[in-house]
């Protein structure tokens, strides 16, 4: 949890404090779950997702998604 969760939020907060202007992040496929049909789109549930991986990257796109309503990160 520490890398994958608190890692991501100390990365974003260091860079509002040091004035980056845009942040790039990769999420996982596994924020779905297990795929129902292939290829997975992104109107797959993403709260189907049993692990703590998925879990931990569905939380980091919200920490995303909240950043930028805050810092206007794109």
């Not at 549930?45 to 796109?61: D, M, Q, S």
Request: proline share 3%.
């Amino acid at each position: 949890m520490e890398v994958l969760a608190d890692g991501t939020f100390n990365i974003l907060e260091a860079a509002v404090k040091a004035g980056v202007k845009k942040v790039v992040a990769a999420s996982s496929a596994s924020i779905y779950g297990m795929a129902e049909n292939f290829p997975t789109t992104e109107s797959h549930h993403p709260y189907n997702n049993r692990t703590l991986y998925g879990a931990a990257k569905t939380f980091n796109e919200g920490l995303l998604r909240s950043f930028y309503e805050m810092y206007g990160y794109q």
